[in-house]
């Protein structure tokens, strides 16, 4: 069964950090940039960030986030991280995970190119 797992939101403080978990089952996400993105309450869901399939793994962020969050995998574990530092209130998001069909540049911040998506996890930045 082909699954996308996504865990380690909860509630933070601002300021916090999370290091969020996409693992995958019945599939290699090798052959595949893998994307974060996040939907928050009457708003529709954006791109955070992306990584490549390329062994150099490049990496794409929306600029509210840039400098803040840090994408990367570990191809042993199958599974890809989003570490999320300095947060704010405005991150207060369900945070999906989901392979792309295409290149992050070109599937990270439009409404097409996904193949699987996870359930979500919470993230609640809030004091």
């Known amino acids: 069964q082909v699954q996308l797992v996504e865990s380690g939101g909860g509630l933070v403080q601002p300021g916090g950090s999370l290091k969020l978990t996409c693992a995958a089952s019945?599939?290699?996400?090798?052959?595949?940039?893998i994307g974060w993105f996040r939907q928050a309450p009457g708003k529709e869901r954006e791109g955070v960030s992306c990584i490549d399939s390329t062994t150099v793994g490049t990496t794409l962020y929306a600029d509210s986030v840039k400098g803040r969050f840090i994408i990367s995998r570990d191809r042993a574990k199958n599974t890809v991280y989003l570490d999320m530092n300095t947060l704010k209130p405005e991150d207060t998001a369900v945070y999906y995970c989901?392979?792309?069909?295409?290149?992050?540049?070109?599937?990270?911040?439009?409404?097409?190119?996904?193949?699987?998506w996870g359930q979500g996890t919470q993230v609640t930045v809030s004091s």
């Open positions: 989901a392979t792309l069909t295409t290149r992050c540049e070109y599937g990270l911040f439009s409404r097409q190119f996904k193949s699987n």
């Open positions: 019945g599939f290699s996400l090798d052959f595949f940039s």
